[in-house]
Every structure is written in structure tokens, then in C-alpha cells.
């Protein structure tokens, strides 16, 4: 055989149950030299369980108030598949999940939150194993919006204390200034 005529088993998304014990076994024979057999068991990973998304604040004034996102108690159901990695999102008003953090270990993240066309916003909680399977939890929190005017001075007055290698905060806040507002100086 070559690698062109080679047999695959290829089996759905949805095949095998979260958690399950699985054996495949393989048998050959060939009437000159008899039978031959090998078997392989796998498991299928489960993603971290048991714990929940807390927010210490329900409410605040869209790129002021600093809301504490926590993530408590979760724990992976294999005990094996450590350090857990937490990611924070936000629903856009499109329906797209935002990043607010990449995943990483610390399950604390503090941050100010941008406005939407309403006030509710759903916040997402993502938390993976090492294998990269996640679980998800959301919350909604009610983010005010400021008048276009304090909304720039806010914004031009975070630009103005970043550093040098916070470039990308920068970006993020000028995109987020409405276009028929002009930055001063304050």
C-alpha cells in the first residue's frame, strides 16, 4: 500500500460522549502466516467543571468604572489537565464575541468596558484545560453610556497615561473615539 491508497476511519464532531472510554481493535489475517490483532483504548477529555462567573459590580459608566471579573472554583474532572487558563469576552452588538483578555492563569481580571447600543452587556466567561477544551459561562452587566464630549475627554486622558509599550491600548482607545469628535488637550 501507499499513502494514496491508504484506508481512513474518519468519524463525526459529535461521535463520541464527553468523558467516554473508548477501544478500537484492529484484526488482520493472511492464510500464509495466520491472524494478528492490536487494540488501542483512548478517553475523551471533558472541559474544567464546577465552578462559576462572578462580578462584583453590576453596573458602571462605559471606559470609567472598573468592573472585577472573577472566575471561582473551577476544576478539571480528569485532576489532570493543569494549569486552567481563563478568557474574558464581550458580546458586540453584532453578535461577536470580543476579546477583552486572551486566556491566561489568572482567573482576576479588572477592566473597564466600551459602550454598545444598549446598556445590557453580555460578558463571557471561556475557561480551558491544557488540552484546549473550554467551558463557557456569561453574565450581563448594565454599562452606561457618556455623551459623545466626556466620552472623548475619558478616552484622551487614558491615551495620554499609557506608556510607550502599550501601544495596542492605544489603538483600541482611538478606535473607540466617534469620528465627529475631536481629541484636545486637557
Known amino acids: 500500500m501507499t499513502p494514496l491508497d491508504l484506508s481512513y476511519i474518519c468519524f463525526t464532531e459529535d461521535t463520541f460522549l464527553e468523558g467516554g472510554e473508548y477501544t478500537f481493535k484492529m484484526s488482520a489475517s493472511y492464510a500464509l502466516f495466520g491472524s494478528a490483532s492490536a487494540t488501542i483504548t483512548f478517553d475523551i477529555n471533558r472541559p474544567p467543571k464546577w465552578g462559576s462567573f462572578f462580578i462584583a459590580k453590576q453596573s458602571g459608566v462605559e471606559l470609567v468604572d472598573v468592573f472585577e471579573l472573577k472566575a471561582l472554583d473551577w476544576k478539571d474532572p480528569e485532576e489532570t489537565d493543569y494549569p486552567l487558563s481563563y478568557a474574558y469576552k ?29 446598556d445590557d452587556m453580555p460578558l463571557i466567561l471561556e475557561v480551558y484545560d491544557t488540552l484546549d477544551d473550554f467551558t463557557e459561562s456569561s453574565l450581563t452587566v448594565q454599562v452606561t453610556k457618556q455623551d459623545d464630549a466626556e466620552r472623548a475627554v475619558t478616552i484622551a486622558a487614558q491615551i495620554s497615561g499609557l506608556a510607550i509599550s502599550q501601544l495596542d491600548d492605544r489603538a483600541a482607545l482611538i478606535n473607540a473615539i466617534p469620528t465627529d469628535f475631536a481629541i484636545t488637550e486637557v
Open 90 to 118: 464581550y458580546t458586540d452588538d453584532d453578535g461577536n464575541k470580543v476579546d477583552i483578555r486572551k486566556p491566561a492563569q489568572d482567573a482576576t481580571f479588572k477592566t473597564t468596558l466600551p459602550r454598545l447600543s444598549t
